[in-house]
């Protein structure tokens, strides 16, 4: 499907062009799914099937972040197979010796007992269900698969997608179980709002700007069995109404948590202190009069949505005023 760009908050060409240049390896089979498809809530999977072409638009203020993470690998690949990886190596501390026998991307059945395979961004496929499923790890070195995350820290701090990445790189070693040996993989974190300070005063702050995330991966077995049943249910719901699917979910729609606001007066326009919790802002409306009001968080997903355009859910989010189109 060909995306149409807007350019609502009229970005310079120079920016605009590059937010719309997209790299990814689209494939248009229907019976194609990628790993990450796979981590997708089974709504989200079938409707993104029924947007038609003429609504494929997406504005190019919400690339930005996709497209920093994309310049961020491919600068990761070039130092890996640029002419210059041996000398990048050996002025790190590696011997000579030992840079010179690193080889990237080799055929794994012609490797030799003095070579160091390396693996970088490789698109690997399997046919299971009557579909094809792919998935282009980013790192592989010593049998362990790595993945390279551009994100913020409060992804780091609060663990918020540490069961997806397991179950991608799961799906990693499903696809090369060759190369992937080991049943650890690492995110190396890359934060784009990280602060010095913040890391000297906050607790489980991360200590620098990049940082190695460990993770064990699912047995092979497992991963298997979720892939069966992802396609599956994609099977049952691919004709269904929108009525008869599962709702996504709150972390599904990366819902913002609760808020419990006290208010001084009852007929206070602000709040005069939020809470994270019912019985704080409760108890302080005991003790100094006032009341408390729950304010739900809101749900930020459906913004980057594929099946936005013929999302039913979402529009029920928007008349309530759980989702907004822009803003935070």
Known sequence: MTTTYTNRSNLALSVATWLAHDTYDHNPDKNHFSATDLLKPIKQLVLATR??????????????????????????EEAWVGSNRINNLIALGIPK?????????????????????????QRSTKSIEGFNISGKFD?????????????SVYTYIHRTNDAKYIMQGSIYRWLNPDII?????????????????????????PPAKTLEHKLLLK???????????????FVKYKDAPEEAMPACTDEDLWRKDTVWKYYSK????RATKNFDNPA???????????????????VVACRYCAS?????????????????????
């Not at 010796?97 to 070579?115: F, L, Y």
């Not at 009852?266 to 326009?269: G, R, T, V, W, Y």
Request: hydrophobic fraction near 35%; proline fraction near 5%.
């Open 51 to 76: 947007v038609p072409a003429s609504q494929s638009i997406q504005d190019i203020s919400g690339l930005v972040a996709s497209r920093m993470g994309t310049a961020i690998h491919d600068s990761i």
């Open 97 to 121: 010796g030992v840079a010179k026998r690193i080889v990237v991307n080799p055929v794994p059945s012609e490797v030799t007992d003095d070579q160091i395979p390396v693996y970088l961004e």
């Open 139 to 151: 790192f592989i070195g010593e049998g362990r698969v790595e993945d390279f995350k551009t994100t």
């Open 181 to 205: 040996t080991r049943d650890d993989m690492a995110i190396q974190f890359i934060f784009t709002d990280w602060s010095a300070r913040d890391a000297n005063i906050q607790k489980n702050y």
């Open 219 to 233: 047995p092979l077995l497992e991963t298997e069995a979720f892939i069966r049943n992802k396609l599956k249910m």
């Open 266 to 269: 009852p007929d206070a326009k």
């Open 280 to 298: 704080e802002a409760n108890a302080m409306a005991s003790m100094k009069g006032g009341i408390t009001k729950e304010v739900k968080g809101k």
């Open 308 to 328: 936005f355009p013929v999302c039913k859910q979402k529009d029920d989010y928007l008349r309530t005023g759980d989702l907004e189109i822009s803003g935070g």
